[in-house]
């Protein structure tokens, strides 16, 4: 049967969290802030199996949540590497050729819709590769030091977000390229854009925030009081 697997990059060390706690283990809602995220993925039937990328240090203590959670859609736990690009890379090659489509989804974004997850994969089903982006709703200046360069306009501008979704053969190619030619990105869809490949949009939520420094994690509490 083929499958839906999500990869699922843990491995950040947190530093612009600022403190020395990883942001994926900070607690939300009085759990992990990784548990809530993969709680939403284990309750869709979208998805068949969770391979979770964690600190190659933190494997036990990653074990140990999941366990605890009863989290059995996560079939594995791989080591992460330096950047995000890596980790990823390491979830990828511990796929089986079962896999049809690759949902890959930031372990620090615990708001994602149901809704969104499921019109992003049916965008990659139909063109290969999809992402859950949002309008940029602010003002965008350009600058190489502290004044203004130019106004940058927004109308086509849009700020990615995750899941970003593709066909396995795609991604398995955009990340094969990318070690060859020593390229570099911030997310999986640059990658596939490189190989020449189109990326439909998504729209997705504002709500849709990755945890990334303190104040991410107080507007984070506030979301979660607000749909109890
Ligand atoms: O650092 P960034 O904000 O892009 O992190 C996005 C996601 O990627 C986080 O869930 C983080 O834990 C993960 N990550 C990773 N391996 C790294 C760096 C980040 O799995 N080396």
């Not at 990869?7 to 947190?14: E, L, M, Q, T």
Request: aromatic residues 6%; hydrophobic residues 40%; proline residues 4%.
């Amino acid at each position: 049967m083929p499958k839906v697997s999500a990869i699922i990059p843990a491995a950040g060390s947190g530093k612009r969290m600022g403190g020395g706690k990883s942001k994926q283990y900070l607690q939300l809602g009085g759990r992990p802030v990784i548990i809530n995220t993969l709680a939403l993925l284990q309750r869709s039937s979208l998805i068949d199996e969770i391979i979770l990328v964690s600190p190659p240090v933190e494997i036990d203590l990653t074990r140990q949540l999941v366990d605890e959670a009863a989290l059995t859609k996560v079939i594995r736990i791989v080591e992460g590497g330096k950047e995000r690009q890596d980790s990823i890379r390491n979830g990828l090659n511990s796929l089986d050729y079962s896999t049809e489509i690759v949902v890959i989804h930031d372990g620090v974004r615990p708001f994602l819709k149901e809704e969104h997850l499921e019109a992003t994969i049916e965008a990659a089903r139909e063109y290969g590769a999809a992402l859950l982006a949002v309008p940029v709703k602010d003002t965008v200046k350009e600058a190489g030091n502290s004044f203004v360069g130019r106004t940058v306009p927004r109308e086509n501008l849009w700020l990615a977000q995750t899941p970003q979704v593709f066909s396995y053969e795609i991604i398995k190619e955009a990340y094969h390229y990318a070690e060859e030619k020593k390229v570099i990105g911030t997310d999986d869809s640059s990658l596939v854009e490189h190989i020449g490949r189109e990326v439909r949009i998504v729209t997705g939520s504002y709500e849709n925030i990755k945890i990334t420094t303190p104040e991410d994690l107080i507007f984070a509490e506030a979301l979660l009081k607000e749909k109890c």
